[in-house]
């Protein structure tokens, strides 16, 4: 396995547009989680998932963010009516059961012009 | 909820060592991490702290103390390539095991 897999890496979009980007965890990995990063700050948690079921989401996430990992392997987080303050790197993150160390993804680089 | 701080910026020379210091406030207490992370990629792990004391590997320690809310990550024998941000983060009690980081802090080694 080659780790924690994101796409696209980079993406462009005009306010008010939609994005969805993916994750793919390391296969065995049951924990997948969601953080949004801004130059010069630590990654900030969005959401967490233990296989399927979505267990905790961040107040700051607000209603225009909904992220899925229908069946317990891959996820997807998308971005309705993008506004100018979502340009950031979103990050995945995914972990096993039995381990706390968090195994990140490189990330897709969000641009909203 | 959680309150982590470190300083924004380091220097240091090659060759030399460095401490990064990181202090936190948190109703419950389940963990301190230390992630390394180059500009541009993603946070890789370093260390990982629950119990008071020093963690070595390497070049790199990690030290804990509960009771002060305080750890640092100690770098020795610094290289060029140890020019990163360095992330504390803290994982709180409960069952979603979800650590909080803080800003990092960024290190620069120059010759």
């Known amino acids: 396995d080659t780790g924690v897999s994101q796409d696209p890496r980079h993406k462009i979009t005009k306010r008010g547009q939609n994005v969805t980007f993916r994750c793919d965890p390391i296969?065995?990995?049951?924990?997948l989680y969601w953080y949004r990063q801004t130059l010069g700050q630590g990654p900030e948690f969005l959401t967490y998932?233990?296989?399927?079921?979505?267990?905790?989401k961040s107040r700051l996430l607000s209603d225009r963010f909904s992220a899925e990992r229908p069946k317990g392997s891959f996820s997807t987080l998308e971005i309705q009516r993008t506004e100018q303050g979502d340009s950031a790197m979103y990050l995945c993150?995914?972990?096993?059961?039995?381990?706390?160390?968090?195994?990140f993804g490189p990330g897709t680089r969000l641009t909203v012009t | 909820g959680q309150n982590i701080d470190q300083p924004t910026e380091m220097t240091a020379t090659e060759g030399a060592i460095v401490q990064i210091n990181c202090t936190y406030q948190?109703?419950?207490?389940?963990?301190l991490f230390w992630y390394q992370q180059h500009a541009g990629e993603a946070p890789t792990f370093l260390s990982y702290?629950?119990?008071?004391g020093l963690e070595e590997k390497g070049r790199f320690s990690s030290f804990l103390s509960r009771s002060k809310g305080y750890s640092y990550l100690l770098l020795k024998e610094l290289q060029m390539k140890d020019s990163a941000s360095y992330l504390c983060?803290?994982?709180?009690?409960?069952?979603?095991?979800?650590?909080?980081f803080g800003r990092g802090t960024s290190l620069i080694v120059h010759p």
């Open positions: 993150a995914s972990s096993p059961q039995t381990e706390y160390e968090q195994y």
């Open positions: 948190t109703s419950g207490f389940n963990g």
């Open positions: 702290n629950v119990l008071d």
């Open positions: 296969s065995e990995h049951n924990r």
């Open positions: 983060a803290v994982r709180d009690v409960g069952g979603s095991y979800i650590p909080t």
């Open positions: 998932f233990q296989n399927e079921a979505q267990l905790e």
